[in-house]
């Protein structure tokens, strides 16, 4: 029921910035996470950002000072803000919710957007 779309990726050069978008529709529990993913080839898949129901947020050490997650609540949209870009930041980026319940835990994700970081 719940799907999330994801836009805003491209081609940057070092010290750029990109703003990625994750707009969801859907229901979504009272307690969740949503989170953004990366994955560059050859390596598993990071959490580099996520932001709780309540708006705690944590990062990566990787992306600390340079990404920063924020959400507006009234458009159901994630956003990461991504400043000083370098290209070990070059990935695949997936917007995902996460639901807690007692019982459970369920993963919600985007289709990924693309961003790549080059000279």
């Known amino acids: 029921q719940v799907q999330l779309v994801e836009s805003g990726g491209g081609l940057v050069q070092p010290g750029g910035s990109l703003r990625l978008s994750c707009e969801a529709s859907g229901s979504i529990g009272s307690i969740f996470t949503m989170n953004w993913y990366r994955q560059a080839p050859g390596k598993e898949r990071e959490l580099v950002a996520l932001?709780?129901?309540?708006?705690?947020?944590n990062y990566a050490d990787s992306v600390k000072g340079r990404l920063t997650i924020s959400r507006d609540n009234a458009k159901n949209t994630v956003y990461l803000q991504m400043n000083s870009l370098k290209p070990e930041d070059t990935a695949v980026y997936y917007c995902?919710?996460?639901?807690?319940?007692?019982?459970?835990?369920?993963?919600?994700w985007g289709q990924g957007t693309q961003v790549t970081v080059s000279s």
């Open positions: 932001i709780t129901n309540i708006g705690v947020t």
């Open positions: 995902n919710v996460r639901e807690l319940t007692i019982r459970t835990v369920t993963d919600h």
